[in-house]
Each structure stands twice: as C-alpha cells, then as structure tokens.
C-alpha cells in the first residue's frame, strides 16, 4: 500500500529555514518521480520542486535558488531544504508520487513564514 507522510512544516520568520521530509512506504522512492506541491490559502496548487527516478532535479521559478530537493533511497524519504523563507512561501506542502498510473498525496504539512 502506498504512503506518503510529510513532516516538518512549522511557524518561521521571514529569512529563516525548513527542512521537510516525505517519508514513503509501499514503493521505492529510487524508482519513481517525486514532487512537492503546495497549496497557500486561496490560491491554485503549484509545483514547488521534484526530483526524477534517475536523480535529476527541477524547480519550481518562485523557488529557484532558494529550495532543494533530496533524495535518501535508503531511508525511503524525498526531503525539501527551504532557505530564504518568504512570506508567499506560506502554503500547505504535499508530497506526491505517480504509481502504476496512480496519483498518491500526503496529507500535507503547513508551513507558515510571518513576522
């Protein structure tokens, strides 16, 4: 059965850092796209940062130089290093794979950057 749990969303002040992680159960995270999404009150879902099944990743342009994305094949997990956190950077953020033709999301976690 596949999972994806995130963690690590908190309340940050503007310019500080977070670090999320989606661990997964069911599949292999070495084998498949993983990307995270997030959701800010109001707004339309958008791509944050994925990293493809053979490691190369992509971002999205309102977080370029800012966010990385990892991937630990060992622990299962696909981590998102956010530095230089803005205020437009509040949002809930999901983890989402694609298998065997199947959408799976994690039940997100908030992430809240305020003064």
């Known amino acids: 059965q596949v999972q994806l749990v995130e963690s690590g969303g908190d309340f940050v002040q503007p310019g500080g850092s977070l670090r999320l992680s989606c661990n997964a159960s069911?599949?292999?995270?070495?084998?498949?796209?993983m990307n995270w999404y997030r959701q800010a009150p109001g707004k339309a879902l958008e791509l944050v940062a994925g990293?493809?099944?053979?490691?190369?990743?992509y971002y999205g342009d309102s977080v370029k130089g800012r966010f990385s994305i990892s991937r630990d094949n060992t622990a299962n997990t696909v981590s998102l290093q956010m530095n230089t956190l803005k205020p437009d950077d509040t949002a809930v953020y999901y983890c989402?794979?694609?298998?065997?033709?199947?959408?799976?999301w994690g039940q997100g976690t908030q992430v809240t950057v305020s003064s």
């Open positions: 069911g599949f292999k995270v070495s084998g498949y796209s």
């Open positions: 989402k794979t694609l298998v065997s033709n199947q959408e799976y």
């Open positions: 990293i493809t099944k053979t490691g190369g990743p």
